[in-house]
């Protein structure tokens, strides 16, 4: 007989489906069981689509079998309207006997009230299975939810000897130091992710345009920082492709069409970002750079893990890489002439 861990595990391969496209709701996997054979199974619609459980109990042909069954699930079913009717109303009114629960939604208006409406109507419930893989597999969610703020990814490329880029530029576009695989993979992670944040030097040195364009799916919303508007039409990161976000010390008296313009005080840049994410409902955040906006992150200790691409290329000079401190390094992969680590921040883990 297979155990409770086997189907937690079937559930949460299901949850990793959904999550770009879920976002800002969490990604989800749902599995029903009868009598050792899973009969159906779901994960999250993209945002503002049907739940797992919905997905999983609609998969079941023969709805009598409910009836006798256990879902497993990876967060707790939620017990309020928002775009969906409440999940745990459908496993009550499907009369499913049994659920199994990796971890509790922190999200306030659930935290525990869709397994008391499960428990209330007579079902068999139990918690916790797997629960650290269950909650690993939305930290975003739960970052956003219980922290306050968004899941935070550094992210730079550096040169064999530590640098990001030569102190002077010819052209008006990005000197690139990793290879092909390693942007098409940043494209992918861009992909994963709500936002993306640039200061005003990468803006100017490198016209960004922030796309997703070297991999399928959604653009970000894109964050710039300008603070005395030395950005024009002229630059990509202001054109259509995505919901812009401006952060600039004075709101501009000719503002740019369909940007959004927000005010912050730049003595401490990381709190207003945090801020300006909670506000925008943006769970997650990647920093692109360059150094000076990446080390005020790290140095405020705002990050929660960081992927760095190191080249064979030797500049000899120009602009230095951010300095990591306090950081875990978690693993290397070599990416044809890359090497790409990850670190993660034992302060915010």
Same mark, same amino acid.
């Given at each position: 007989m297979r155990t409770n861990e086997h189907f937690m595990q079937r559930a949460l391969f299901l949850a990793k489906k959904g999550l770009a496209a879920a976002m800002p709701n969490p990604s989800v996997g749902a599995v029903i069981v009868h009598k050792d054979t899973i009969i159906g199974e779901g994960f999250t619609s993209a945002f503002g689509g049907a739940h797992a459980e919905v997905n999983a109990i609609n998969a079941v042909k023969n709805k009598d079998l409910l009836k006798q069954s256990t879902l497993f699930v990876t967060l707790e079913p939620c017990s309020h309207f928002g775009k969906t009717p409440p999940c745990a109303d459908l496993i009550v009114n499907m009369q499913i006997p049994n659920v199994?629960? %990796?971890?509790?939604?922190?999200?306030?208006?659930?935290a525990g009230k869709g397994i008391e409406k499960l428990k +209330?109507? %007579?079902?068999n419930v139990l918690v916790g299975i797997l629960e650290n893989e269950c909650i690993k597999s939305n930290?975003? &969610?739960?970052?956003? =939810?219980?922290?306050?703020? @968004?899941?935070i990814i550094l992210k730079w490329a550096e040169s064999a000897d530590g640098f990001t880029a030569p102190k002077n530029q010819n052209e008006q576009k990005p000197v690139w130091i990793s290879n092909n695989y390693a942007r098409q993979l940043t494209h992918k992670w861009r992909s994963?992710?709500?936002?993306?944040?640039v200061g005003t030097q990468t803006v100017l040195k490198d016209n960004p345009s922030l796309t997703t364009r070297d &991999?399928? %799916?959604? +653009?970000?919303?894109?964050?710039?920082?300008d603070t005395n508007h030395k950005i024009n039409t002229a630059f990509a990161?202001?054109?259509? *492709? %995505?919901?812009?976000?401006?952060?600039?010390?004075?709101? @501009?008296?000719?503002?740019? *069409?369909?940007?959004?313009y927000k005010k912050i005080d730049f003595k401490n840049l990381p709190v207003e970002v945090v801020r300006i994410c909670m506000e925008e409902n943006l769970q997650s955040l990647i920093i692109e750079g360059g150094t000076n906006t990446l080390q005020q992150f790290i140095n405020a200790n705002y990050w929660n893990e960081a992927r760095v691409f190191k080249s064979e290329i030797q500049l000899k000079t120009g602009i230095k890489a951010a300095l990591? +401190? +306090?950081?875990?390094q978690i693993s290397t992969q070599k990416i044809k =002439?890359?090497?790409l680590t990850y670190f993660k921040n034992p302060k915010n883990d």
């Open positions: 199994v629960i %990796g971890c509790v939604d922190p999200f306030a208006k659930v +209330n109507a %007579g079902v930290q975003r &969610f739960f970052t956003f =939810n219980q922290k306050k703020q @968004p899941y994963e992710e709500m936002a993306i944040l &991999f399928f %799916g959604k +653009n970000l919303v894109r964050i710039y920082i990161i202001t054109n259509f *492709d %995505g919901k812009t976000i401006c952060l600039c010390a004075e709101l @501009p008296l000719k503002p740019i *069409d369909k940007i959004i990591l +401190n +306090n950081a875990t =002439n890359n090497i």
